[in-house]
């Protein structure tokens, strides 16, 4: 079995945690340097991808699905509502909820923004084949499911969730 090249500044040995870490940060930052032709931010980047796939959910689900708290949320679709990527209504069946819809402006950014993303990955990606693309997929899809499991128990135990992030459960 050929050996995996090792960058010079990390150990054969680094934690899988840390590479993973690394790896995540490299894709943000990748995509980050990318979007800024743009004038679009990592977080604009976010919640759009998000809407381009269900248009017109609830402030509080995107924040659920962006696993953000609301406050954060919050902020940031002032700013993307500023821009003019979004506009927020009053949801018909209950007028306390607000409800995030993409304008047309927001809606023509993702045959600009989803070409960066692409770039990115098929960067990362060099050298893999499909197989050990199919496999890496699954491995961590694996451990991200362990990681879920994880902690839905220690919240079931007791253990607090820091305000940074918010569950999976509405």
Same mark, same amino acid.
């Given at each position: 079995?050929?050996?995996s ?7 054969p040995?680094e934690r ?18 990318r ?13 759009l991808?998000?809407l ?5 959910i ?13 406050? %954060?949320?919050?902020?940031? @679709?002032? $700013?993307l +509502?500023?821009? =003019?990527?979004v506009?927020? &209504? #009053? ?5 306390r909820?607000?409800?995030v ?39 961590l899809f %694996?451990?991200?499911e362990? @990681?879920? $499991?994880? +902690?839905d128990q =220690?919240i079931?135990?007791? &253990? #607090? ?8 459960d509405?």
């Amino acid at each position: 079995m050929m050996e995996s090249p090792v960058p010079m500044n990390l150990s054969p040995k680094e934690r899988i945690a840390h590479l993973v870490r690394l790896a995540g940060r490299g894709f943000t930052r990748g995509l980050q340097i990318r979007l800024t032709e743009l004038d679009v931010t990592f977080g604009h980047w976010v919640f759009l991808r998000i809407l381009w796939e269900q248009d017109g959910i609830s402030q509080r689900e995107l924040s659920t699905r962006a696993m953000l708290t609301e406050p %954060t949320t919050h902020k940031a @679709l002032e $700013r993307l +509502e500023a821009l =003019g990527y979004v506009a927020r &209504r #009053k949801s018909e069946d209950d007028q306390r909820r607000q409800r995030v819809f993409l304008t047309e402006l927001g809606r023509d950014l993702r045959e600009k923004l989803e070409p960066m993303a692409l770039e990115v990955n098929a960067v990362a990606l060099a050298g893999l084949s499909d197989v050990d693309q199919a496999h890496l997929r699954r491995m961590l899809f %694996t451990i991200i499911e362990n @990681l879920q $499991r994880d +902690e839905d128990q =220690g919240i079931a135990e007791g &253990r #607090k969730m820091p305000p940074t992030r918010v569950t999976t459960d509405l």
